[in-house]
């Protein structure tokens, strides 16, 4: 049979498999939106704050929420899936059939990749509908740091899969390691109003530089190559150690 066929069928089964996860759907799809509705429904959260720039709260936690679901999708969403498939034989028995397991890989990523550019995108329509929150004035720096992100935190989460013996372990290592993730992404201190000595650290890492690029591409400018190339560069050295280390049974 055409691999090509059969490729689709898994990327069907595992978009099926995705619908019928009510906790995937809310914590990717619903969640990111749902803190910026509680944030932007705080009062003083819609007033400026010199502290950031004279943008409002809301505004500063906008890229916030659309990093929060590509981070989700990576560290939540991947590891104990493609772990307990490991756990449980389905990725030695493919190696008996004619699908490729790397085709499983390819298809999770699909799956988890598309529902967080959807998160990032329904957040950014209520926060503009909701909370008059500006569009990205400079789209196109903005989808390049968005996908930068996202091919940081699928190479993570692929890391963490790798690395992990069963899907218990795969969730609590993801879970530990969502948190510090949370943090350079903004979620508790916009990067905009981090110490300079903070923020020059956070910006070393995958998601706080993926939170500066975004807030630059919001504001009309370009990206920072720097910012792009950071999460540029820890997606190469994810996914490298994720191939090196990674164990189909």
């Not at 749902?34 to 400026?48: M, Q």
Request: glycine share 10%; charged share 10%.
């Amino acid at each position: 049979m055409n691999t090509g066929i059969l490729d689709t069928a898994v990327l069907r089964t595992e978009i099926r498999l995705f619908r019928r996860e009510p906790g995937s759907i809310f914590w990717i799809l619903l969640f990111p939106t749902l803190l910026l509705v509680i944030l932007g429904s705080i009062p003083s959260f819609r007033d400026s704050d010199p502290a950031l720039g004279g943008l409002r709260p809301v505004d500063a936690y906008a890229p916030v929420a659309v990093l929060l679901g590509l981070i989700v999708g990576g560290l939540q969403g991947m590891p104990p899936t493609l772990t307990g498939y490991r756990e449980t034989g389905i990725l030695r028995r493919m190696f008996t059939t004619p699908v490729r397991p790397a085709a499983l890989l390819t298809a999770q990523m699909l799956v988890l990749g598309c529902a967080s550019l959807l998160s990032a995108l329904v957040t950014l329509a209520v926060g503009r509908l909701a909370f008059d929150v500006a569009l990205p004035e400079q789209p196109f720096g903005y989808l390049l740091a968005l996908l930068l992100a996202l091919l940081g935190s699928l190479a993570l989460g692929a890391l963490v899969a790798a690395l992990s013996r069963t899907a218990k372990i795969a969730t609590a290592v993801g879970s530990t390691a969502l948190f510090p993730a949370m943090f350079c992404a903004g979620v508790w201190l916009p990067v905009e109003a981090m110490p300079d000595v903070l923020a020059g650290i956070v910006s070393l890492t995958p998601f706080g530089a993926a939170a500066h690029a975004l807030n630059e591409a919001a504001a009309g400018d370009w990206p920072g190559w720097s910012h792009l190339g950071v999460p540029a560069g820890w997606t190469v050295l994810l996914t490298a150690a994720a191939s090196r280390w990674f164990r189909w049974e």
